[in-house]
Nanobody, 121 residues
Framework: QVQLVETGGGLVQTGGSLRLSCAASGNIRRIYAMAWYRQAPGKQRELVAAFTSAGTTEYADSVKGRFTISRDNAKNTAYLQMDSLKPEDTAVYYC??????WGSGFSSDYWGQGTQVTVSS
């Protein structure tokens, strides 16, 4: 069984910072990609930042220069450092990973349970 657990959400004022963590655990053979998505009320889930399978990083235009994705491969953990937060960053943030488990011949996408980030004005 493979799972993702996010931590680090909360309430912060405009201009503040938060750091989200996403820990992958279980019968993991390899992690190909990890990413952060978010979903605000009434809106579709959108990509925020990602480590691609090619080893590059991608960011949504709305967070470039403010958010930084990082990864600790030894801990199977991804982080999202969020600085200069704005009210429009308020959303549930989800971790996503494309992983292959031992005994499987293919990789699959996994999602965490989500963590709420609220930025007050």
């Amino acid at each position: 069984q493979v799972q993702l657990v996010e931590t680090g959400g909360g309430l912060v004022q405009t201009g503040g910072s938060l750091r989200l963590s996403c820990a992958a655990s279980g019968n993991i053979r390899r992690i190909y990609a990890m990413a952060w998505y978010r979903q605000a009320p009434g809106k579709q889930r959108e990509l925020v930042a990602a480590f691609t399978s090619a080893g590059t990083t991608e960011y949504a235009d709305s967070v470039k220069g403010r958010f930084t994705i990082s990864r600790d491969n030894a801990k199977n953990t991804a982080y999202l450092q969020m600085d200069s937060l704005k009210p429009e960053d308020t959303a549930v943030y989800y971790c996503n990973a494309n992983m292959m488990s031992w005994g499987s011949g293919f990789s699959s996408d996994y999602w965490g349970q989500g963590t709420q980030v609220t930025v007050s004005s």
